[in-house]
């Protein structure tokens, strides 16, 4: 079982942010957004992004690799199915 638990954020050191044990620098929705919104040209990862805003507010992780993207261009592997299992669980955790 993954165990999350509450941080505050890093960079405002006012909101909260839900983290697991592998995240090293807590940082909330609102100090990431900025760099999250850069628009992808690519159809194929349009698509992969394309998932509830909600996510992206809910899992610093998610927003992490959107991130990573953004500024690279590119994603491995891992990262792609990384990003694709953390969703499939967030999408059953909702049901
Ligand atoms: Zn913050």
Redesign the pocket.
Known sequence: MRVEYKQK???????F?IVTRNTPYP??H??QKGQMEKEITDPEMKKFFDIPEKFYTENQFLRNIKISYARYGQLTEKQRSAFEKTVIKMKEAKE
């Open positions: 954020c890093v960079r405002c050191k006012k909101n942010v940082t909330c609102e100090c």
